[in-house]
């Protein structure tokens, strides 16, 4: 793995580019992009759409052909009024353009990448490649345009969280749970974290941008999926045992359990499911966190050190991911 680059942090009035990475903007969901934009404004910073950002672009299943993405990715890199880039929202497109992309470019200037689901092709590709701190967390649409939709105190401390990420050059801390965390396997384990949506982690992977196998050495590994059968989750997490990862890492955090399906004519549960592919390795697991398509997600930086209590069902961020 390359060197670790932190991003420079946020500040009061820093621009954020919103930019459509993967699927096109619609109309259908122009109010949400509002109370997403709001909701950043909120926090203390600017917000300018990108050009591929508007609902009259569109190709196939993505807002523009892969390499007009691929240029305005970036060209926001570049942009130095820019410090930010937060994607509108997931898709089906990413895998698609990432031979376009100017890695040497996106080290040169680095800024934090911020998207999940299919974005999170993205956030791997480039740290692996780069080293670049990338943030897992949520998109625009369906994501932060869901925060004021959170019970109790939930906004104001999925705000201050992303806030911290940003912004803050001290450790963060704990990470606020907006979901009913589990304990699959006791313990506690530290250190840098590295994940993805889980269908697209073993696409990364076969790609000349895969994450190397010293990248899961003493790691924290995350992933998440969604709309998909136990089979296939456990087919996908052959590839990663087949790739060594699970005799690597220290600890395992498991996304939303409610995406995920059990085929019809089979039993395993996702929990099975992974107790089976990770083996007799003495790591410890927890599950259900709010790190993928349910509900607002808990910001996972890549590369950066944290630590996860399954007893405790914690997890701290032990270090700054921004510089």
Not at 168 to 195: H, K, M, V, Y
Not at 221 to 232: G, S, V
Request: hydrophobic share 45%.
């Amino acid at each position: 793995m390359p060197t670790t680059i932190r991003p420079p942090a946020l500040e009061p009035g820093d621009l954020i580019a919103v930019s459509a990475l993967s699927g096109g903007h619609e109309t259908e969901v122009i109010a949400e992009y509002d109370r997403g934009v709001a909701e950043i404004e909120a926090m203390g910073f600017r917000v300018r759409p990108s050009p591929l950002t508007d609902v009259s672009k569109a190709w196939w299943w993505g807002a523009a052909r892969p390499a007009d993405v691929g240029r305005e990715l970036n060209e926001l890199f570049v942009d130095p009024e820019v410090r930010a880039i937060w994607s509108l929202l997931g898709g089906r497109f990413a895998l698609s353009y990432l031979d376009t992309l100017d890695y040497d470019v996106i080290a040169a200037n680095p800024k934090p990448l911020i998207g999940m689901s299919d974005i999170s092709v993205l956030d791997l590709a480039i740290h692996a490649t780069t080293g670049l701190v990338t943030f897992h967390a949520d998109s625009l649409v369906f994501g932060v345009s869901e925060w004021q939709d959170l019970p109790g105190d939930g906004r104001a401390r999925q705000s201050e969280a992303y806030r911290r990420v940003l912004t803050s050059t001290e450790p963060i801390g704990a990470l606020p749970a907006l979901s009913e965390w589990e304990s699959w396997r006791s313990g506690r384990a530290d250190g840098p974290l590295i994940g993805a949506m889980l269908n697209r982690f073993v696409k990364v992977q076969a790609s000349r941008w895969a994450v190397t196998p010293d990248a899961f050495d003493g790691a924290i590994l995350f992933l998440e999926d969604y709309n998909t059968p136990t089979i296939n989750v456990w087919n996908d997490l052959q590839v990663l045992r087949l790739a060594g990862a699970f005799e690597r890492i220290a600890g395992l955090i498991i996304g939303p359990v409610d995406g995920i399906s059990i085929l019809e004519g089979t039993t395993q549960t996702l929990r099975e499911v992974v107790d089976d592919v990770v083996g007799e390795r003495d790591i410890p697991i927890l599950a259900n966190v709010n790190c993928g398509h349910s509900g607002p997600n808990v910001p996972l930086p890549l590369g950066v050190r944290a630590a996860i209590d399954t007893d405790a069902l914690t997890i701290e961020l032990l270090e700054a991911a921004v510089s």
